[in-house]
């Protein structure tokens, strides 16, 4: 529907005028409400969004029709969230749908005939079932304006206070089993159907077959332990942060002790670190490596756990096996220890990530570290001849081989421009005037570049502080909800793993669940 009907390209501006509004957006609008409306109908149009994107970027001939369905896809899907009731949305945005739902099985080798048996058993034709929610698939196809929607804020603002669970069954340890309801229709939220609950626990396996649910919380039908709240994100982040701080003082008590030998201090501190470390090797499997560097603080967490792994080592190679170099060895692990405090203190302020102002400079800062990374690699190459002439000829004797040549230059590019006078009078004409046009680059050229650069990029997300702000909350309290399945999910998101994405999204659109 969105490829026959959006055949030019345009902006999101231009998709929000009057006109365009009217004649393209409202007619689909009214066709998708009339003929294919379903609480699955706003997961269908983000999967075709995240399908459109990926069209982009591998056919650049269609880069911009595709990008342009891709908008007209995220604008009618938050369009049509106004259409459902509050409870509606929590299903709309968090069940976790089957992208593979309403596709029929392949045929069979005897000319597409099947058995009884295998026809109810879909599990033969295709790989295990990975669901995934609208929201996930939102932030793998980067859907800021969607997840800038207010209904979609207020949802996830739930999801992060605890008001919204999808851990519910933890609660329900104080209960005696129910008896079930003999209704074969499957509703949003169930975990799975009747007769499958019957199998499952005639052989005493209902535990295993449960799987996570969205719900709305009950405080009155929690049990007393309230095992459900420790999913929730916000306290899930308390806690976080309070072992947080008792390991950074047992870092701190460490550092000042700096013991020989290992002490019970060391030992204490060398397993809560592990814990940590544990922790976060855990979160990397769960969310996948493209949900778990997106957060600014995990990237900090890779360091740490890098600087933390080599104390360790050398740590336990001074004890063990260098008994003649002791000291040296406790020295340079005390020192690697101690730098990365670096990393460690700046991530005790990862809560004010849920603080718009803050978020937005952390944001910014990302961003900018991330130009500053490619300035430097333009001054290297800048740099690379001047360093060629000045140590083959003209400065080979003035700075002393090449390390003093490279110690030199670098002085001259962080502005101290003394070490060029210094060996002024020292060169010819020839060599004063590369020192010369060296430092013009440096001290104009690239530092202007810099500033523009970095000033771009922070007037970037300024303009869309509060879609850059929603984007990384949402990544922020996806990761933190605790699905075994996250990684599974966002690699299935992918454009890669949707086979036809448009044909099975037009299956589920007709399909009601």
Request: net charge positive; aromatic share 12%; glycine share 4%.
């Amino acid at each position: 529907m969105i490829m026959t009907k959006c055949e030019t390209i345009l902006t999101w501006e231009q998709l929000r005028s009057p006109q365009i509004s009217q004649f393209l957006v409202k007619p689909i609008q009214q066709q998708i409400q009339a003929s294919q409306w379903s609480r699955v109908t706003i997961y269908a149009l983000i999967a075709n969004c995240l399908q459109f994107n990926k069209e982009a970027q591998t056919n650049p001939g269609s880069s911009g029709f595709s990008k342009t369905r891709a908008m007209l896809a995220e604008m009618l899907a938050m369009r049509l969230l106004r259409e459902f009731s509050t409870r509606e949305l929590i299903d709309v945005l968090s069940y976790d749908f089957d992208p593979l739902q309403g596709v029929p099985p392949p045929p069979t080798a005897r000319g597409g005939a099947r058995s009884q048996k295998s026809a109810f058993n879909l599990s033969e034709y295709r790989p295990p079932i990975v669901r995934t929610s609208t929201i996930e698939v939102a932030i793998r196809a980067q859907a800021k304006r969607f997840l800038a929607h207010p209904l979609v804020v207020q949802h996830l603002e739930a999801v992060w206070r605890g008001t919204i669970v999808f851990h519910s069954a933890a609660d329900n340890l104080h209960r005696y089993p129910s008896k079930p309801i003999l209704n074969t229709a499957r509703h949003y939220g169930a975990t799975h159907s009747i007769a499958q609950t019957l199998r499952v626990r005639e052989a005493g396996l209902a535990g295993q077959m449960i799987r996570r649910a969205v719900t709305l919380y009950d405080p009155t039908d929690a049990s007393i332990f309230k095992l459900s709240r420790l999913r929730v994100p916000r306290y899930r982040q308390i806690f976080s942060t309070l072992s947080y701080m008792i390991m950074l003082g047992l870092f701190l008590a460490v550092l000042v002790e700096r013991s020989l030998d290992i002490t019970v201090l060391e030992v204490i501190f060398w397993f809560w670190s592990a814990g940590f470390m544990l922790d976060e090797i855990v979160g990397f499997s769960e969310q996948g490596f493209g949900l778990y560097i997106i957060s600014v603080w995990n990237a900090f967490d890779v360091g740490i756990l890098f600087m933390f792994f080599l104390y360790y080592v050398l740590r336990l190679y001074g004890i063990i096996i260098a008994a003649n170099h002791k000291h040296h060895i406790a020295d340079m692990a005390y020192d690697i220890l101690a730098s990365t405090a670096v990393l460690l203190f700046p991530r005790l302020f990862n809560f004010l990530d849920h603080y718009k102002y803050f978020s937005q400079l952390l944001i910014a800062f990302r961003m900018m570290f991330q130009d500053l990374i490619a300035i430097l690699i333009l001054m290297v190459i800048t740099c690379s001849g001047f360093f060629v002439a000045f140590t083959l000829s003209f400065g080979q004797q003035q700075f002393g081989g090449p390390l003093g040549t490279v110690y030199a230059l670098f002085q001259i590019v962080m502005g101290f421009t003394p070490a060029a006078w210094a060996v002024w009078d020292q060169y010819n004409v020839l060599g004063q005037s590369l020192l010369v046009i060296f430092m013009i680059i440096c001290h104009f050229l690239v530092v202007t570049i810099l500033i523009t650069v970095l000033t771009n990029s922070f007037m970037a997300v300024v303009k869309a502080a509060d879609e850059e702000h929603q984007f990384l909350f949402a990544v922020n309290t996806i990761s933190m909800v605790g699905n075994p399945r996250t990684k599974e999910k966002v690699e299935y998101a992918k454009a890669s793993s949707y086979r036809s994405n448009l044909t099975r999204c037009s299956r589920i659109l007709r399909r009601p669940i």
